[in-house]
């Protein structure tokens, strides 16, 4: 008995109560309150959605419907879509740690649930914090270009997406009502039964987290050392700020001074996959290099690299634009896919396949739909800013459209099929 | 013990809805197995809040009380702030720290020192927070 109620102390010393709004014992941080959680809650609400969003096109993309084919222009939409994706994601770490320090009193209430709407709502808080944490870690994980796992991470971030912004659906019905008044300064809900009511006209729209909780000595509004309310969330702001600033100049070219901390040069002119890792060194270099172009033609054709350079060149400038939020636009020099398909006699509005001498690779081969197929500056190119191809761009030819994520802009193209 | 609010409609509606769309995610992930590895996976879902609780948390948590005892009075504010930046700074950059990248052999990632590059970002940090907290502090006494 003695037993029972020494550890019923502990557990009430280092839990939190499930019942009261961040009631905490042991965790008297003056700034864990519910103003600061709701603006935080709602920063990352937004940049997570904005991340899925994003994600979402860049998805279509790469896993096309035929139903909704993805237009070809605007030219740099990927660029801007990808470019955000990343730096939203980037600048949701800072609030993301945040927002998990605020909270996780929470996580550790006691006990964890008295009914099934407790346990629906803590499944989702487990979903949120385990899919936010493993969003944000594989993100910028990847961009470094660090694979410390064996799953493919387009599709364990890609269904893992879906399991977050669900877990940010989840709680909005429990979430909302607190965070309403707390985000906007409405006047405070009636009070919980059992809870001391809150005093009217103390400090107009503010409902101090001590009014709603008085096992908390402090809050965000009182006198104390270190950050208040606002200073922490300017803290969080300048965090993300900075690792924007520091970052986003590897997509936004008046920024590039700024990126130091991020993971590619524009000015490198950067590659994802190089020749070599790609194990095309030999083939690619091959006399016996031919392209061929087939499918649902009337005439299958087949081209040396010389008869493909005798044939009428256009220039057009475009972005490339990787997953990993890297992006730069160049000149690129080449002969129009239109043309060729043309000369082989497919029918008019055709899409293709585009295939690389690359074997053993997910991006060996793109879809390539009508509009950008048609469109006058999707090129089969041989030359990059008035150069040949290097190796590691696809010499002796690839692939570059406008508004195509870099994955899709196949290099070292061998093949096109008209289907 | 205190009595709880009743669960309303927008309370199951936006669970019935998020669920729906967890549920997806997992279906998903276990349906393409052989891309997503779903066992792997798991682990570092949960890995990850593991590392977060049991490491991460407990280590602000500690470094909070060394700073609520070691600081005092209007420093504390900024010095605060100057850690919270840096810590995030530190995570974000710490993959690129490492140079996981450069076994892919790719000649154009990773191109900069990252650590000669950090050091400067977090020194900039330190000098903007010690700068703001002292305009904040001559405004505060030309105030009074």
Known sequence: MV???????????????????????????????????AWLGASLGVLFTTCFVTGLFSHLHQHPLSWLPVPARPAGLFRFTQGLHVASGIASLPVLVAKLWVVWPRFVSFP?????????????ILALVTGGIFMVFSGVANIAQWYPWRFSFTAAHYWTAWITIGALVAPVGAKGPIARPALFGAAPA?????????????????????????????SAEGRHDGLDRRGFLLTVAAASGLLTLTTVGQTLPGFRRLALLAPRDPADRPVNRSARNAGVIDAAASPGYRLRVEGRVATPLTFTLDQLQSLPAHTAELPIACVEGWSYSARWTGVRLRDLLQMAGAPPGSAVHVESLEEHSPYRLSFVNHFQAGDADTLLATHLDGAVLSADHGYPLRLIGPGRPGVNQTKWVTRVVVV | ???????????????????????????????????????????????????????????????????????????????????????????????????????????????????????????????????????????????R
């Open chain 1, 3 to 37: 037993r029972s109620s020494r550890l019923t102390t502990v557990i009430g010393t280092y839990t939190t109560d499930p019942d009261l709004p961040l009631r905490q014992h042991a965790y008297q941080s003056p700034l864990r309150d519910e103003r600061l959680a």
């Open chain 1, 112 to 124: 964890p649930g008295r009914r099934v709407a407790d346990a629906v709502e803590r499944l989702g």
């Open chain 1, 190 to 218: 009636a009070p919980v039964r059992g809870t001391p009511p809150v005093p009217r006209g103390r400090r107009k729209n503010r409902p101090a987290l001590a009014d709603a909780d008085p096992a908390l000595s402090t």
């Open chain 2, 1 to 143: 013990m205190s009595a709880v609010p009743r669960r309303g409609p927008l309370f199951w509606g936006s669970a019935a809805a998020g669920w729906a769309l967890i549920g997806w995610g997992l279906r998903g992930a276990l349906h393409h197995r052989i891309d997503t590895r779903p066992g792997q996976l798991a682990r570092f879902l949960l890995g990850g809040a593991l590392a977060h609780d049991l490491l991460l948390a407990p280590l602000v948590l500690l470094a909070g009380v060394a700073l609520s005892r070691a600081v005092r009075g209007r420093w504390r504010a900024p010095v605060q702030a100057a850690l919270f930046i840096s810590g995030t700074l530190a995570l974000f950059t710490y993959p690129e720290l490492r140079g996981y990248g450069h076994g892919l052999r790719n000649p154009t990632s990773l191109p900069h020192d990252y650590a000669a590059n950090l050091g400067l970002v977090v020194a900039a940090v330190v000098l903007g927070t010690a700068v703001t907290a002292l305009v904040r502090g001559l405004l505060s006494a030309s105030r």
